[in-house]
């Protein structure tokens, strides 16, 4: 039983009509994971819908090739339709719920969280140190404005606060989607993890997404890939400078040629070209393909990975100045701020989407149709 049965949307009626107009047409099976998904099934209960709508990676392929799309009367326009869907799905998920209103109106939320961030973080400097001290030169010793042990206790907080509300938040997103079957096996896991490194069902059946006049392009799949390994590079920055201090003692700031300043480099490099690539094809979509009023959630996720790698450079370039102080209480409360939204904004995407195709591998794997 599927604990969403009960409550239906305007999206998720909508997405159980074209679902089933889908169901008997079947053209489009070859171009993403949705359609054999969907295939397995005769019915759509409200978990099901929000499982193939977290698998649709919003390609737009199956909009351009259906002969029921606008302006047809059936008005088949599944992109757009499991977008809305998808949305939806953050909001119902969220944990706790009180917060699920962050996701109405995401792009304001994340632009005042962001705000406040950064001004909490300068009035801090200015209070507890010397107010001369945000405009000195400290030789690159972030620690003379913030103590480590200060840093690490508030990030340290708000990202265990992040973490707990993503499990809890995938947690109740697993079961709703899986309901009475079986979970999911070690292999389901390993395929999942392969075809989401590799974007894999972001192909749109081999031409790529479709971002204007119809013509499909894999620029969209290579930004994904320079936001997604240029987070993971800059994690791997921060858990090895983490080593370095805690293990080894070797305390910040790092040289140039250093693993963290490196890792840091190529990361940030990532999170710079990606995000403004991504943001550029955004603005060139056909807005028939998007859930328009939403796309502030893109935009502010985008805005945050952007400015926290083009904060971290001005910071590392400009580390013996007299403009250290201010740049690292920006850049510190943009990092605040793109830390306690990471369960409130479209951060939570990518978890979900990973979890949509270990089910998917599994039902494929064990062949599980679902009446
Ligand atoms: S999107 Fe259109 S062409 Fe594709 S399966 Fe559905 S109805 Fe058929
Ligand atoms: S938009 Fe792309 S990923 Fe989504 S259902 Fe259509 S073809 Fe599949």
Redesign the pocket.
């Known amino acids: 039983m599927h604990a969403t049965n009960v409550v239906r949307s305007a999206a998720l009626t909508e997405a159980d009509r ?1 679902m089933t ?2 169901n008997g ?5 070859g171009l993403c994971a949705v ?1 054999p998904a969907m295939e397995m099934r005769r019915t759509f209960h409200a978990g099901d819908l929000n499982y193939l709508a977290n698998l649709c990676h919003q390609c737009g392929a ?2 351009s ?5 606008p302006p047809h009367e ?1 008005n ?1 326009n ?1 992109p757009a339709t499991l977008a809305k869907v998808r949305n939806d799905s953050y909001a119902q998920y969220a944990w706790p719920g009180m917060f699920a209103g962050a996701f109405a109106r995401n792009g304001l939320f994340i632009t005042l969280l962001a705000s406040a961030s950064v001004a909490a973080f300068i009035a801090a400097f200015v209070a507890l140190k010397d107010p001369a001290a945000l405009y000195g030169r400290h030789a690159g010793d972030f620690y003379k404005l913030m103590p480590h042990n200060a840093m690490v206790a508030l990030f340290g907080a708000v990202f265990i606060y992040a973490i707990v509300a993503l499990v809890m938040s995938l947690r109740a997103f697993w079961r709703d989607i899986t309901g009475d079957t079986p979970g999911a096996d070690i292999g389901a896991v390993g395929q999942a993890t392969g075809d989401a490194a590799h974007l894999k069902y972001l192909g749109g059946g081999g031409g790529g997404c479709t971002s204007e006049n119809d013509k499909p392009s894999a620029l969209r799949r290579v930004f994904h890939h320079f936001t997604f390994y240029g987070f993971m590079f800059c994690f791997a920055s921060t858990s090895v400078a983490t080593v370095y201090h805690y293990a080894f003692g070797w305390h910040a700031p790092y040289a140039l040629l250093s693993a963290p300043v490196l890792l840091g480099i190529v990361g940030g490099l990532g999170l710079l070209i990606g995000p403004a690539g991504l943001f550029v094809l955004a603005q060139k979509r056909a807005p028939i393909l998007t859930d328009k009023p939403r796309l502030g959630m893109d935009t502010a996720f985008l805005a945050m990975l952007f400015l926290t790698s083009l904060t971290g450079f001005a910071l590392m370039l400009l580390r013996d100045t007299g403009a250290m102080g201010l740049l690292l209480a920006v850049h510190l409360g943009v990092v605040l701020g793109l830390f306690l939204s990471l369960p409130y904004g479209k951060f939570v995407h990518g978890l979900y989407r990973y979890l949509a195709l270990v089910k998917y591998a599994h039902e494929r794997r064990t062949a599980t149709f679902v009446e």
Request: with cysteine.
């Open positions: 074209l107009i889908c047409c079947r053209y489009c099976e359609f199956c909009y090739d259906c002969q029921y799309s059936f088949v599944v």
